[in-house]
Structure formats: structure tokens, C-alpha cells
């Protein structure tokens, strides 16, 4: 069965620091993997992917995941974090061969200045 | 702006009855699916539909329907409604089948069963 597992429920971080949320995943084949963000009464919004390639993939908003193989990990990272970064990550492997995206149950990011 | 709508926004209704969700998919977009977000399901996919056809479904109630038209926007039926069917529903769209295609999601409509 495929799975996605985001170990934390809430990553606390100073403005500045650097920023790590955790995605492990469990998918048959070669994964597709994705990032998605959701800022308050908002929809989510794409962050990254990792298709194929380079293990370290870089996205929006200064942030990049670096896909891990052997740890059957994709985590998230974003050097020097803002106040504006507070919000709901998600991570999310494709499931099947269709566009069916499979979310982790989320992660609060709460950056404080 | 993700460049898909969705309306309403807002929905309030009593339990047993029957609601429509409507989603447009950005300009030239084939590809919509359907998301329902809930405190203890978290984001679940209910299902996919290319160029009017359904191409993929998740864990999608019997009571819960869905099209995409001609011209593309797609409805999402939810009918014999219950109070647990109070959630935030999403759509996104895609502009093909390849699942490589992020998705781009609307604002959502935000559902309350009373």
C-alpha cells in the first residue's frame, strides 16, 4: 500500500533559521513527489516537485527538498525562514498513474520574528 | 490567483439534502480533479476527470457525483447530505493527463451541514 507520513505536526522556527519539514514516503515504482502550501482560507498552492533528475529540487519562495532514494524521504527546506512562511506544507506522492495526489496529513510551519 | 474559480464560496444547508459545487479550470486546462479537505480525514482526492471523461476515483461516496462538461468546468453533486460531509472541497486542474503536471487549485468551497 502507498503512504505518506509528514512525522511532525508543527515545526516552530525563529526568522532567520533555517527551516526542515519531514516527508517519508511509501509508493511502489519510481515516485513523483510534490510540496504544496496552504496559507490561511486560502487553496493550496504548488511549492515543488521531484519527477526525475537531480536529487535536490528547487521551487518557489526560496524553497527546495532533496529527494533521498534510500531513506524514501523528500523533505523540505528553506535556508533563512520568514514570518510570511507560516502555514500549512504538505507533501504529497502521486498514488497510481494518474494525477491522483496522495496527501500527508500536513504540517504547521510557525515562523516567529 | 491560481487562475481556477470555484463557487460557491460558501454553502450552508441541512442534512438530506442535495448541493452542487461548481469548478472552471484555468484557461485551457483539460485535466480537473476533485479534493475534500476535513479536520479528521485531512485532504482526501474523490476523483479526476480528462476532456469529460473520468479517468481516475478515490475514496468517493456513492451519494457524491461529478461531470465535466463541454466545456469543461465540472460539478461536484453531494447529495442525502450528512453532517460529516462538512468540509472544505477543492478543485485543481492540469492541462493534460501526464502525471507529472502539478495542480492548480482553486479558493475551494467551504461546506456546512447543519
Known amino acids: 500500500a502507498q503512504s505518506v507520513a509528514q512525522p511532525e505536526d508543527q515545526v516552530n522556527v525563529a526568522e532567520g533559521n533555517p527551516l526542515t519539514v519531514k516527508c517519508t514516503y511509501s509508493?511502489?515504482?519510481?515516485?513523483?513527489l510534490f510540496w504544496y502550501v496552504q496559507y490561511p482560507n486560502r487553496g493550496l498552492q504548488f511549492l515543488l516537485k521531484?519527477?526525475?533528475?537531480?536529487?535536490l529540487v528547487k521551487g518557489s519562495y526560496g524553497f527546495e527538498a532533496e529527494f533521498n532514494k534510500s531513506q524514501t524521504s523528500f523533505h523540505l527546506k528553506k535556508p533563512s525562514a520568514l514570518v510570511s512562511d507560516s502555514a500549512l506544507y504538505f507533501c504529497?506522492?502521486?498514488?497510481?498513474?494518474?494525477?491522483?495526489?496522495?496527501f500527508g496529513a500536513g504540517t504547521q510551519v510557525v515562523v516567529t520574528p | 490567483d491560481s487562475g481556477v474559480t470555484q463557487t460557491p464560496k460558501h454553502l450552508i444547508t441541512a442534512t438530506g439534502q442535495r448541493v452542487t459545487l461548481r469548478c472552471s479550470p484555468r484557461s485551457g486546462d483539460l485535466s480537473v480533479y476533485w479534493y475534500q479537505q476535513s479536520l479528521d480525514q485531512g485532504l482526501q482526492f474523490l476523483i479526476q476527470y480528462y476532456n469529460g471523461e473520468e479517468r481516475a476515483k478515490g475514496n468517493i461516496l456513492e451519494r457524491f457525483s461529478a461531470q465535466q462538461f463541454p466545456d469543461l468546468h465540472s460539478e461536484l453533486n453531494l447529495s442525502s447530505l450528512e453532517l460529516g460531509d462538512s468540509a472544505l472541497y477543492f478543485c485543481?486542474?492540469?492541462?493534460?493527463?501526464?502525471?507529472?503536471?502539478?495542480?492548480?487549485f482553486g479558493p475551494g468551497t467551504r461546506l456546512t451541514v447543519t
Open positions: 504529497a506522492p502521486l498514488s497510481g498513474s494518474w494525477g491522483k495526489l496522495q
Open positions: 509508493v511502489s515504482g519510481n515516485p513523483y
Open positions: 521531484y519527477i526525475t533528475g537531480d536529487n
Open positions: 485543481a486542474s492540469t492541462p493534460g493527463e501526464r502525471p507529472s503536471y502539478e495542480q492548480y
